[in-house]
């Protein structure tokens, strides 16, 4: 790798610090947001593996970390940050919560890695949304096997990850991404300019100028 490509992936310590206090601040919505999860599944107590298409309140720190920082490894880190700080704060998987969040990291990760981490795009954050959804999805059946559904109601349940991720963790974290850049917030930040880049190139457009 040579030295530019080395200085352009590597982090700094904004980057950690951004990231850090991302990751912290998403375990504490994990938190609240496992207290609330018993009565939120209630809503599909007649289908509950339907229930999983409001699973994409635990796979948004992957996606948002990843737009924010833009740097290998962001996903990752941000979503097991933000795991480990709910597990601490008591999640009621215990830390079982930690592979969940590693392998949704992974599964964002993998996306951001398919494009170089070049793209940043809201069909790319989509993609890496459900991409954090199928891994999480396939991790809650099949390896840690929170659930036991018959084999359509697997499908269903997972699917709804993936529905989920590309939504709620998926597109709405661009749309976050592009506001925290219009506050200049992310001033530090590769991502500092994310307001003014099209939604479907990544091309950066001069500020005042319609978006392509």
């Excluded at 830390?95 to 590693?102: E, K, Q, T």
């Excluded at 954090?132 to 809650?140: H, P």
């Excluded at 840690?144 to 269903?156: E, I, N």
């Amino acid at each position: 790798m040579s030295t530019s490509a080395s200085l352009r992936t590597r982090w700094n310590v904004s980057d950690i610090v951004v990231a850090s206090t991302l990751a912290v601040a998403s375990g504490v919505i994990f938190w609240g947001w496992n207290l609330s999860y018993h009565a939120v599944s209630t809503l599909f107590v007649a289908y509950p593996p339907t229930a999983s298409v409001v699973a994409g309140m635990w796979l948004f720190p992957a996606v948002l970390g990843a737009l924010i920082i833009r740097k290998p490894g962001a996903a990752i880190y941000c979503e097991m940050v933000a795991a480990a700080v709910s597990a601490l704060l008591g999640s009621q998987w215990g830390l079982g919560v930690l592979l969940s969040g590693f392998l949704q990291g992974l599964g964002a990760e993998l996306i951001l890695l398919a494009f170089l981490y070049r793209r940043f795009t809201l069909d790319v954050a989509v993609l890496a949304g459900a991409a954090a959804g199928l891994a999480g999805g396939i991790n809650e059946n099949w390896i840690a096997s929170y659930y036991q559904y018959d084999a359509v109601g697997t499908v269903v349940h997972i699917a709804g990850f993936a529905l989920s991720g590309a939504v709620i963790a998926g597109a709405l974290p661009w749309l976050a991404t592009r506001g925290l850049a219009a506050t200049g917030v992310l001033g530090p930040l590769k991502s500092r300019r994310a307001h003014l880049e099209s939604a479907l190139t990544g091309r950066t457009r001069t500020a005042g100028t319609p978006a392509a």
